[in-house]
């Protein structure tokens, strides 16, 4: 949020989320499960580089308050898809940096056992359905996760993160389609971060506003500001709440912006320097900082000594990776059949 | 003569048709202002302008589709698939339109259409991006299927495919297309349906493609050593097969191994090995063996990513078993 529009709020002794119910605590743990997502990835591209990882490693930097906020609003019995750029919204759900890191070592303490790697972790306890390498592969799970629900009576709902570019697949709209058609309580979150790999969004996609799509089905539909981490919880929690209530499905675009590569071999030529640099003054990181140090939830010392806390969980993290056994042979068979 | 990547002679082949006839264009994800995802298509938006080099969205079945409407009425598209992982998606548009339509309509309509990318599992890519889908596109009747293995082949072979009035099936591999070979600086074109003996030997038959080729080569090199003269051949077309030259070289080996990474159920080289088996069984001192890729969706960890893949030592073991030592 900008700096203005802070200390207005500010004055007026008016936080924004005061009408959200979230304590000083739950934002807190928000602010931190951002920054946690950030120190882990800058990590693991420094250890990319290193050759500890290898295939493709999709960063998540730049639009942690889109998965921190969205996943925030849920249940622990709601339901969690992504696409192969999963690191943070994993994190953001609760799991630990360790077997984050093991996975994208290729460990077997990893969250897929090393079988997964960086596109594909998975945590069933915590619903965390897993992130999928095919784009638009994972939208139908979605709306699948979600029938199974209402099926069985229950009012978990399920929240579906998706690339803009990943909206112009075939089976994408036959999934909203179905979801309204069918009232189901699913949440698509686009995540619009403008680009799918090096093709701008306005070469690849017709018509205006992306959120719009939904209009043909005459689903509930808004844009969200995904750098803003409140903005991003409250449009999210409106939206589980009415799937809850009325079991019905929405359509989120939450605006955001990846600073860094599509994957870790990206040259980057297809966007300006000045472009990056200007997105990055809206980093939701440092913003949100801002804002709980204004409100007083926070302080720069507390938020260096968090960032200190966290850069050491990292530290633990690799370590543990490091010296954590590759999957055994015999996993090599195991699991093709239940 | 010039030592070109195989993604130079790739393209080299395409940027001579394109100026050979105006109805070939090419469209893809990022194959114009990216210039490919794996730099095949390097300088062609410059070269040919953005009517003949085409960026697609993210929609494998809907461009797929449009390719194969527009060769219906004379153009002859070039469609590449940024990896055929991602050409699952079009499936229905190349089994159920391009392989019947000429068929369906005894006759009416020809579909001049090359569908290209790469195939096959690449390097710690995880179960979703790392398969060989040979088998699953040979299968089916009214396509051609090309892999090349070296510059050369990838070059001549692409032109051929170009011209073919058939739709063709042109599987390239992501871990090659660095490697360097020579290609000659006059027009030539390998003939659809031809394969090639890239070495020759008496003791056993290795047969092989696409990444494999080098494999076999490299368990070739290390029999020699041990006084096995093995025979490497490569069919570049899958299918058509080049069955002649294969029952030849086994009728003169009497041995047969085949190496391919992909699944082993009902692979490319189980037809092969069936073909082998019905036709060349008196000459035959041994059953055909065949290695493949483990059985599984791809693992991530490179321990069992290795495990999981042939290698040469695989091969050697192989050799030797239909070779009773
Ligand atoms: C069906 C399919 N086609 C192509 C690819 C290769 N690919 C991976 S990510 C990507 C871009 C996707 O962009 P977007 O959906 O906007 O997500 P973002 O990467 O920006 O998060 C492409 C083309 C793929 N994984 N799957
Ligand atoms: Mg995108």
Redesign the pocket.
């Known amino acids: 949020m900008a700096n203005a529009a802070v200390k207005e709020l500010k004055e007026a002794k008016k936080p924004r989320w005061k009408d959200l119910n979230l304590s000083d605590d739950a934002l807190i743990e928000m602010y931190k499960k951002m920054l946690t997502i950030r120190r882990f990835e800058e990590r693991a591209a420094q250890e990319y580089g290193k050759g500890k990882i290898g295939g493709?490693c999709?960063l998540y930097i730049g639009?942690e308050a889109v998965g921190v906020g969205a996943i925030s609003a849920l249940r622990e019995d709601d339901y969690i898809f992504t696409?192969?750029?999963d690191h943070g919204q994993a994190i953001a759900r609760g799991m630990d940096v360790k077997p984050a890191m093991a996975e994208l070592f290729g460990k077997a303490t990893g969250c897929s056992s090393g079988i997964g790697g960086s596109m594909h972790f998975f945590d069933a306890e915590r619903h965390f359905m897993g992130g999928y390498?095919?784009?638009?592969?994972h939208p139908p799970l979605a709306a699948g996760t979600a029938f199974a629900t209402k099926y069985q009576g229950k009012d978990s709902v399920t929240i579906c993160f998706?690339?803009?570019?990943?909206?112009n697949?075939g089976v994408f709209h036959e999934t909203l389609n179905m979801a309204m058609l069918w009232k189901l309580p699913v949440i698509f979150i686009c995540?619009?971060?403008w680009?799918?790999?090096g093709?701008a969004?306005e070469r690849a996609s017709a018509g205006g506003d992306l959120y719009d799509k939904a209009a043909g089905y005459h689903m509930d539909r808004a844009a969200v500001d995904g750098m803003d981490v409140v903005a991003t919880y409250r449009a999210v929690t409106e939206a589980v709440q009415r799937a809850r209530a009325n079991s019905t499905p929405t359509m989120l675009e939450a605006r955001t912006y990846?600073f860094r590569g599509?994957?870790m071999s990206d040259p980057g030529t297809y966007r300006s320097k000045d472009e990056v640099e200007e997105y990055k003054k809206s980093d939701p990181i440092v913003t949100f900082g801002a804002e709980l140090i204004a409100f007083g939830i926070m302080t720069q010392e507390k938020i260096d000594a968090l960032d200190a806390e966290i850069k050491q969980s990292v530290q633990e993290a690799v370590d543990f990776a490091d010296n954590s056994p590759e999957p055994p042979l015999d996993m090599l068979h195991k699991n093709v059949y239940a | 003569m010039a030592t070109l990547q195989i993604r130079e002679a790739l393209n080299q082949a395409m940027c001579e048709e394109m100026e050979r006839d105006q109805n070939v264009f090419i469209m893809g994800?990022?194959v114009a202002q990216y210039n490919g995802?794996y730099k095949v298509t390097q300088g062609m938006l410059k070269k040919f302008g953005d009517k003949r080099v085409i960026d697609t969205p993210?929609t494998?079945a809907g461009f797929a589709g449009i390719g194969i409407g527009a060769a219906m009425v004379g153009l002859r598209p070039i469609v590449e698939m940024?990896?055929w992982?991602?050409a699952?998606?079009a499936f229905d548009q190349i089994m159920n339109n391009a392989a019947k339509l000429h068929y369906m309509s005894a006759g009416q309509f020809k579909i001049p259409i090359v569908f290209r990318g790469p195939n096959g599992p690449a390097h710690m890519l995880g179960a979703?991006?790392s398969q060989a889908l040979e088998s699953m596109l040979a299968h089916v009747p009214g396509l051609i299927v090309m892999t090349p293995s070296n510059p050369y082949d990838a070059k001549g072979l692409m032109k051929s495919a170009i011209r073919s009035d058939n739709p063709v099936i042109f599987l390239e591999s992501e871990l090659m297309y660095g490697q360097k070979g020579e290609v000659p600086d006059e027009e030539y074109l390998i003939p659809i349906g031809k394969g090639d003996v890239k070495r020759a030997g008496a003791d056993v038959t290795i047969i092989a493609w696409t990444k494999m080729v080098a494999v076999a080569l490299q368990a070739a090199d290390e029999l020699a050593k041990e006084g096995i003269s093995a025979e490497v051949i490569d069919p570049r077309t899958i299918r058509p097969l080049d069955e002649d030259l294969i029952l030849e070289s086994v009728r003169k080996t009497n041995r047969c191994v085949i190496v391919e990474d992909s699944w082993p159920f009902a692979s490319v080289g189980t037809e092969i090995a069936h073909r082998i088996h019905t036709k060349a069984f008196d000459d035959l001192d041994a059953p055909v063996e065949k290695i493949n890729a483990a059985d599984i969706p791809m693992p991530y960890a490179n321990n069992l990513e290795q495990e999981a893949l042939p290698n040469a030592a695989k091969v050697v073991a192989a050799v030797k078993k239909v070779l009773y030592r």
């Open positions: 493709f999709h639009q696409a192969y750029r390498g095919i784009v638009g592969g998706f690339g803009e570019a990943s909206s697949q995540e619009n971060n680009y799918g790999m093709t969004i990846r599509h994957s | 994800e990022e995802a993210i494998e940024m990896t992982n991602f699952i998606l979703q991006h």
